[in-house]
């Protein structure tokens, strides 16, 4: 068996210091680079590779005792099946449009009253400065097109069987590796910048090696050794 972190992954020390967030790729030391950590209203650990996601998440285990690393393509799916049976969504809601329980940007986003905020300047592309939340936030309706980044855990519709965020937000990397040559390493289920039937939470992404970007994070999985 396995387990999933409820959260997407986020920088240590993010919580509290809005300073942490990436504005760029740099590259992962362990040790040195801040560690990844699993915890609600973290800023999501972007502008990262794939195999950085996966260094980063085989840290993230506090003890010998469990191993932790990246998500297998099989997890992923098994996630979303385990969904889709237990936690109240349809095969539609996770195979063909995602925005009633992610967040896109054709998402509504309702009455969050604590958190933060970063919303993508889609002239420029590029990610404004996160805002903490000091009263309550609300995107007006669907109608939006607002692309806004959460931090983990914050958006409660989101929350499905205890995991937040699995839909939307940032893509996650997995250990998959696609068929194509030139972008053979997979990420699942889009962003907030992606609207949620183009991206739902069972698609794959190909990119490559060297990808990474403001709107690509990871999220662990851990097992006992």
């Given at each position: 068996?396995?387990?999933?972190?409820?959260?997407?992954?986020?920088?240590?020390?993010?919580?509290?210091?809005?300073?942490?967030?990436?504005?760029?790729?740099?590259?992962?030391?362990?040790?040195?680079?801040?560690?990844?950590?699993?915890?609600?209203?973290?800023?999501?650990?972007?502008?990262?590779?794939?195999?950085?996601?996966?260094?980063?998440?085989?840290?993230?285990?506090?003890?010998?005792?469990?191993?932790?690393?990246?998500?297998?393509?099989?997890?992923?799916?098994?996630?979303?099946?385990?969904?889709?049976?237990?936690?109240?969504?349809?095969?539609?809601?996770?195979?063909?449009?995602?925005?009633?329980?992610?967040?896109?940007?054709?998402?509504?986003?309702?009455?969050?009253?604590?958190?933060?905020?970063?919303?993508?300047?889609?002239?420029?592309?590029?990610?404004?400065?996160?805002t903490k939340?000091?009263?309550?936030?609300?995107?007006?309706?669907?109608?939006?097109?607002?692309?806004?980044?959460?931090?983990?855990?914050?958006?409660?519709?989101?929350?499905?069987?205890n995991s937040?965020?699995?839909?939307?937000?940032?893509?996650?990397?997995?250990?998959?590796?696609?068929?194509?040559?030139?972008?053979?390493?997979?990420?699942?289920?889009?962003?907030?910048?992606?609207?949620?039937?183009?991206?739902?939470?069972?698609?794959?992404?190909?990119?490559?090696?060297?990808?990474?970007?403001?709107?690509?994070?990871?999220?662990?999985?851990?097992?006992?050794?």
């Amino acid at each position: 068996g396995f387990l999933i972190g409820r959260y997407e992954a986020g920088i240590e020390g993010s919580i509290t210091d809005l300073t942490k967030a990436r504005t760029e790729h740099t590259d992962i030391i362990i040790g040195t680079s801040p560690k990844a950590i699993c915890q609600k209203d973290a800023i999501p650990y972007n502008w990262i590779t794939c195999s950085e996601a996966q260094v980063l998440s085989k840290d993230m285990t506090s003890n010998s005792n469990y191993a932790s690393s990246l998500m297998f393509g099989i997890q992923w799916d098994l996630v979303c099946k385990f969904l889709e049976i237990k936690g109240g969504l349809t095969e539609a809601d996770i195979k063909s449009n995602s925005t009633s329980w992610g967040n896109y940007r054709d998402a509504k986003i309702e009455n969050i009253e604590s958190g933060k905020y970063a919303i993508l300047d889609t002239n420029t592309d590029k990610l404004g400065e996160w805002t903490k939340i000091i009263s309550v936030f609300t995107k007006s309706d669907s109608g939006d097109n607002s692309s806004i980044l959460l931090a983990t855990g914050i958006l409660e519709n989101t929350n499905k069987m205890n995991s937040y965020d699995f839909a939307g937000n940032v893509w996650k990397w997995t250990l998959v590796m696609t068929s194509g040559t030139s972008n053979p390493c997979a990420s699942r289920e889009g962003d907030y910048f992606d609207s949620g039937s183009n991206c739902p939470a069972s698609k794959y992404y190909g990119s490559k090696t060297n990808g990474n970007y403001y709107s690509f994070g990871f999220r662990p999985t851990f097992y006992v050794n």
